[in-house]
């Protein structure tokens, strides 16, 4: 069965400082997706990004960053130099494309970056 | 413009009515899904459809019934509402031509705040 773990129910740091967020899944499968969303206070999902299981490649996109590892089945997700405005929960999510090609989303970490 | 739009944002209902709520995105894809979001910010999927037809009906009560008309409008109707039916409900829509492949990243739409009394 494929199954996203974040756990981190809850994250508080002060501004400017960087913070990691966890994400362990698990899948049998050998083609597969991840993804990491953000759910600001506002509400709306908004994607972050994806990658597929054969690019484990990290990734960074200005103050974010990515750290994908299949010998530890973990996409972990950096935020360097929070900023209050990062604050909201974020989710990890899992597309399996064999297995009814459902995403599952992890329970999501909420992110409290202080002034 | 929007890209993904629901209405109404919020919605507060008694137990027992039948509600709808409306999806519609202007991106030209062509897979649309349902989400169901609890109180415990836990988010899973409910439907999919890919031009107009559905792909994904995961185990959810048939009160909730898909209605696509085109491509660009997913609504969900909810018959017989039930106080556990309270939550937030995300539109997503993806290209993906199939409909199968859920690894095409998402838009979602802002959400709609259902509350059953």
């Known amino acids: 069965a494929q199954k996203v773990t974040q756990a981190q129910t809850e994250i508080s740091v002060v501004e400017k400082e960087d913070v990691t967020l966890d994400c362990v899944y698990e899948?049998?499968?050998?083609?597969?997706?991840l993804f990491w969303y953000k759910q600001p206070p506002s509400g709306e999902l908004v994607f972050l990004i994806r990658?597929?299981?054969?690019?484990?490649q990290n990734e960074i996109s200005g103050r974010y960053s990515w750290n994908f590892q299949k010998s530890t089945s973990s996409f972990n997700f950096t935020i360097t130099a929070s900023q209050v405005v990062d604050s909201a929960v974020y989710f990890c999510a899992l597309s399996v494309a064999n297995r009814d090609d459902k995403i599952i989303f992890g329970k999501g970490t909420r992110l409290h970056i202080l002034p | 413009d929007t890209a993904v739009s629901q209405t109404p944002k919020y919605l507060v209902t008694q137990m027992g009515n039948d509600k709808s709520i409306k999806c519609e995105q202007n991106?030209?894809?062509?897979?649309m899904y349902w989400y169901k979001q609890d109180s415990k910010k836990f988010l899973k999927i409910m439907f999919s459809y890919n031009n107009k037809e559905l792909i994904i009906n995961e185990t959810v009560p048939n009160r909730f019934s898909p209605k696509s008309p085109d491509k660009a409008h997913l609504n969900l109707h909810i018959n017989s509402l039930e106080l556990g039916d309270s939550a937030v409900y995300f539109c997503?829509?993806?290209?993906?031509?199939?409909?199968?492949?859920?690894?095409?990243?998402?838009?979602f739409g802002p959400g709609t705040r259902l509350t059953v009394t």
């Open positions: 997503a829509s993806s290209q993906d031509e199939s409909g199968r492949a859920l690894w095409p990243e998402q838009y």
């Open positions: 899948t049998r499968d050998t083609t597969y997706y």
């Open positions: 990658r597929n299981s054969f690019d484990e």
């Open positions: 991106l030209g894809h062509d897979t």
